[in-house]
Structure formats: C-alpha cells, structure tokens
C-alpha cells in the first residue's frame, strides 16, 4: 500500500494519480483475494461504487484504518514489550 501512496512504480496508481483507499475485503488466501479482484473487474461501474457506498458512504481514506487497526494514528502504538523489565511480578534483580 505504501508503493501505490507514493507511486514508487509506474502503473495505474501512479499514471491516474490514485492515493485514496476507499474500499478493501481481508481474503483468508492469496488465491481468494485474486479470485474475488477478478470477479469485480468484471462488475459494471455502477456496482463498484455501490459497493465502496455500502462500507465507506463518506469516501473516507482507510490507509491508516488498515495499516494501524484500531490506533488512531502511529504514536498511539507501543511495541508489546515496551515498559517490561522481562521479570516476574515480585521477582527481584538479584
């Protein structure tokens, strides 16, 4: 996601100068995901938009939505170890 936000390669992104996330489907397989990308292309404009209109009515940006999750932006995140000596509770340094 971050190559087509700053159109590191030359393709669709890049030439329509496409930045926006507006619409995205988690797919359990690679092989699901490229089945399901084949089945839409093939859809009638009209369909798309519907689609994106029924998750994301406002036509909001999600890249942050997947890239953070739940976090409202970057410096709400803390790595999972941060603030933790590695020992026990109750347990001392000796």
Known sequence: MDQHKNKTFAGFTAKYDVN???WFEVHETREGA???ERQIKKWNRSWKLELIAKQNPDWRDLFDH???GDLKDAEDWVPAF????G?????SDD
């Open 20 to 22: 926006v996330l507006v």
């Open 34 to 36: 490229f089945r399901r």
């Open 87 to 91: 020992n026990k509770e109750g347990a």
């Open 82 to 85: 941060a603030g933790m000596s």
């Open 66 to 68: 997947v890239r953070l």
